[in-house]
């Protein structure tokens, strides 16, 4: 199992790609995992014939432990046995509660070639000896079977379990709704088993929760004037008309926040394990809205792009996200996230923080506005700014100081690499 996130510690295999007996590439999407996040594509990092399957889809399985046997024919004499597993194999709980600390964002996760090419013998995986904590009447029931029954409305207590020691596997809970034969008082209960949007908007609740739970919140605004920004804009925009290509209002925003963390290196860090971790990597997270739900892919190494190139760079993540073809790394290894509204008109707004990122820009829309300046009542282009942070990484003051520094660049876009 990958770790696709800093604080990955397990993930649900969710569907096989691919069967034993195919033939696989480097690269070549294999099987479908959920996180915390969202529901991601895992790529082989080895080319070579599946042998082995050694977890079953629906499982709930640690970070590190094997999923999969890829014979990459590198050995012949040696032939690597793996025991059948129990169909449900589940975490030590005393393991998945440890977290450990997490160094900066490696430039290049790329399996080593020479690595993956040696195949080491695996380790037994155990069997579920876990005493489940929220047993149903006594009865042992996998975390996976718990998660189905759970959003189909299912009364454990009407389920016998086939697993070991009597364990209600995920298996039998898919019985009884393949059946439709559960009854709970006195109303029959919907089989539909979940789409992919309700798994995403299953994720996002869990992640949002999570974070008011345990991110202590502070939210700081500002007006921006944004009156010469624009007009940069469309002098830029006149001039790639022939390319087919535009600099959005959120691509503005997305250099300017870039150039402000550059200052603040504070801001674009990670809380993980008790610890702030400040990343020289600025992944700028832009929430977007798909037909399935929120998600919030980054834009990887913005410190390194121009206006240009991150105006690129977006319109093909958002491109991406409604397709479904982001990466892991665009998922998980986000520094610094916003969300803009501005299309919706909403004037103002707080967002929520995405853990385990530590700070969230919220902008509205731009609007035409009275203000006054050298005492004159002018009109001008204003936007609302919202910052969320953290106040385990930073306090109001220092939030105060970002938001402020963001103003001064974006009234002033200037300091923006064009």
Known sequence: MPQMGYDMQEGTLVRWL??????????????????DKAVIEFESTTSGQITQIIVDEGTLVPVGQPIIVIDSGQQTNQETSIPDLPKDTTPDSNQTNQETSIPDLPKDTTPDSNQTNQET???????????????????KVSPAARRLADENNIDLNSISGTGPGGRITRDDVMLIISSDSNEKSSEKIQSNVPSKSDKVRQQIA??????????????????????IAMELRTKINQKLEPKNTKISVNDLIIAATVQTLKKFPKFNSTYIDNTPIIHEQINIGIAIATDDGLIVPAILECEKKSLLEIANSSKDIIMRSNSGSLNPKEYTYGTFSISN??????????????????CMLATGTVAKKPIVSSNEIIVADIMTATL???????NGAEGAKFLETLKEILENPNFINI
């Open 206 to 227: 869990r992640v949002t929760t999570k974070s008011k739970q345990e991110i202590p919140h502070f939210y700081l605004t500002n007006d921006i004037n944004m009156t």
């Open 388 to 394: 969320s942070g953290d106040h385990r990484v930073a």
């Open 121 to 139: 013998s695996i380790p037994d995986l155990p069997k579920d000896t876990t005493p489940d904590s929220n047993q149903t009447n006594s009865k």
């Open 18 to 35: 691919k069967q034993v007996g195919d033939q696989v590439q480097i690269g070549e999407p294999i099987a479908e995992i959920e996180t």
């Open 341 to 358: 509204l501005g299309m919706y008109n909403i004037s103002s707004f707080g967002a929520i923080i995405l853990p385990p990122q530590t």
